[in-house]
């Protein structure tokens, strides 16, 4: 059975012994384990049953933990860092061989890094001072976690420590850069570090995506919900799912009329409120007697840029 704690030392016995653990993070919770332990690492993959194909995040309280496996930093990399950690932001880095694990890099020559902002969180890197690999905490290619209570739901039958930290700030994943080039960086996952607030600590953002290292992100579909959703722009599209549902999830600006509409939930103004609320409701929603769920598409503007990719991922436009 699946258990909370609020004792780091509790959670870190159980990653030293070789078993994985949830921990909060200021984005999403993570099912870590120790970076070099390749049974711990191989027993996240077979929990969350995702391919061996998508490489992990690597999580540690300072890059000089593992600055000599790094076959080289980019200039740029430390203003980044300077400006942005600990907090939502990844970087892709190239490794020198054999430093990771093959499983961590699912065997490319890079591995994604960074320093979680959530106090229970660093507060155990920086005790346990090792790398850990923590992907979210939730089965492949599901909706993130945002509190300890949606990984006790999604993992009940296993034998989990869950650390409790409380409900994650953030609300969605990282924004992943790729910092393998010492010319330019490019975005690989949006998150909500967006385009600008990059671009105001290093101009050399390459627009153009060209070849990318794979990203689980990338796939066209990603953080599913349970129930089928679907996004629209126009209030009027509810129509057409009023003729076949009877009993519909709304997040909306604005309150719809149509009597299909049994839940509806406010889509909150800000991007920042927005990315807090979107996974937590995403699994109201799925706990809920609706049919399917339905969601405003915000209006395309960098600051939703995190939100929207999480929103076409999870659902198809009607
Ligand atoms: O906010 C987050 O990043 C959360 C919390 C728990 O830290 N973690 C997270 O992990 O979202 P996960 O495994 O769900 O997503 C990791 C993403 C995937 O899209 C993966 O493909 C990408 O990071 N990634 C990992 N290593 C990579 C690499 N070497 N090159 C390119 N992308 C990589
Ligand atoms: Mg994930």
């Known amino acids: 059975m699946a258990s909370l704690t609020t004792d780091i030392q509790t959670a870190i016995t159980a990653l030293t012994q070789g078993k994985p653990v949830a921990l909060p993070t200021e984005t999403v919770y993570g099912l870590a384990a120790l ?6 690492v191989q027993a996240v993959f077979e929990m969350k049953n995702r391919p061996l194909t998508h490489p992990l995040i690597v999580h540690v309280a300072d890059l000089s933990l593992i600055k000599d496996r790094l076959a080289f930093v980019p200039a740029y990399v430390e203003a980044f860092a300077q400006a942005f950690w600990p907090g939502p932001l990844t970087m892709v880095f190239n490794i020198k061989a054999s430093a990771f694990d093959p499983l961590v890099s699912a065997g490319q020559p890079t591995v994604a890094v960074r320093i979680p902002s959530h106090p229970l969180m660093l507060e155990l890197l920086q005790m346990l001072n090792k790398p850990i690999v923590a992907p979210s905490a ?3 290619g599901r909706v993130s976690p945002t509190t300890a209570e949606h990984v006790l739901q999604s993992f009940a039958e296993q034998n989990l420590l869950v650390l409790d930290g409380g409900r994650s700030q953030v609300g969605i994943e990282s924004t992943i850069i790729d910092a393998t080039q010492d010319g330019y960086y490019s975005i690989l996952r949006q998150g909500m570090i967006c385009e600008s607030e990059l671009r105001a600590v290093d101009s050399r953002l390459l627009e153009s995506k060209g070849e990318r290292p794979r990203v689980s992100g990338d796939l066209k579909t990603h953080y599913q919900p349970q129930k089928p959703l679907f996004y629209f722009s126009e209030q009027a599209a509810l129509n057409t799912l009023c003729n076949k549902f009877d009993n519909v999830f709304v997040i909306a600006k604005d309150k719809p009329e149509q009597d299909c509409v049994k839940s509806y939930h406010p889509l909150p103004l800000n991007a920042k409120e927005a990315a807090y609320q979107l996974y937590y409701l995403l699994r109201e929603a799925d ?3 609706a049919e399917v ?3 405003e598409m915000p209006i ?3 600051q939703w840029a995190g939100v929207i990719e999480r929103i076409k991922k999870a659902g198809s436009a009607i």
């Open 35 to 40: 970076a070099d332990d390749t049974k711990a």
């Open 293 to 295: 769920i339905l969601i």
């Open 287 to 289: 706990q809920s007697e």
């Open 138 to 140: 939730n089965a492949f």
């Open 300 to 302: 395309d503007n960098e």
